[in-house]
């Protein structure tokens, strides 16, 4: 799952940033309000983390527009306004949560969770499958021919890309930018790295290998036909 988080505070955008990369999830940062809402507006997110108060357009501002142009991805609010009408005309401006700074990041986990699962609908809708491989967005479980596979939040966040984009081969820039939100250096193997781990735990216990590599041009995941 993708989270976007719009967070001026370069501290706090990092600390954002790292600890939701940590649980798992793929994620996008935007220093003000107008590069925020072109990151809304042009990629999908799953989830929204928005401050209130930003350079350029506010959290109120970007909202509306989100609502404005359809966008009805699910937004929390992170704030230190604190106030019992700013958390109404965020409410009324169509945000799903609020959260008055400072917070404990556990409990910010245990929202976006709530909302991810909300927004989904049903724990099915969670569930990605490539042949007997099964990855549960909302449980973070990952299950091949009924076995339970232990992975680290990196491992998980690579196999969701791969299964979400299943038949598709993916350069090693894209999964550099979307995983590791880096840009791909030739000199470093740490996606190949990556993929050797993840297709140890995934591919070489079982039968049928999922994970491929194409030369010259980066990995695919793909379900044998039949």
């Known amino acids: 799952m993708k989270i976007l988080i719009i967070e001026d505070e370069a501290k706090a955008g990092d600390y954002l940033r790292q600890g939701l990369s940590e649980a798992g999830y793929v994620t996008d940062l935007a220093r003000d309000g107008a590069d925020g809402l072109h990151h ?14 930003l350079p ?11 609502r404005g142009a359809g966008k009805d991805l699910p937004v929390i609010f992170l704030t230190a306004r604190d106030q019992v009408e700013d958390r109404v005309h965020g409410l009324e401006l169509g945000a799903d949560d609020y959260l008055v700074k400072p917070f404990a990041f556990s409990e910010l986990l245990a929202r976006v969770r709530t909302l991810l699962r909300r927004g989904r609908g049903n724990a099915e809708a969670s569930v990605l499958r490539a042949a007997d491989l099964e990855l549960d967005l909302l449980r973070r479980r990952v299950m091949r021919a009924g076995t339970r596979i232990e992975l680290t939040a990196k491992e998980f966040a690579l196999l969701e890309l791969f299964m979400r984009r299943q038949g598709e081969v993916l350069p090693r820039s894209l999964i550099a930018s979307q995983v590791w939100d880096m840009n791909f250096d030739s000199d470093t193997n740490v996606i190949e ?4 781990r993840l ?11 999922l994970i491929r590599t194409v030369r010259g041009m980066g990995y695919v995941l793909e379900a044998p036909e039949g």
């Open 56 to 66: 350029g357009l506010t959290g109120w501002q970007v909202l509306e527009a989100l």
């Open 193 to 196: 790295v990556a993929v050797r």
């Open 40 to 53: 809304a507006l042009t990629a999908d997110y799953d989830l929204l983390v928005l401050d209130v108060m």
């Open 199 to 209: 297709r140890a735990k995934v591919d070489e216990p079982f039968s049928v290998r």
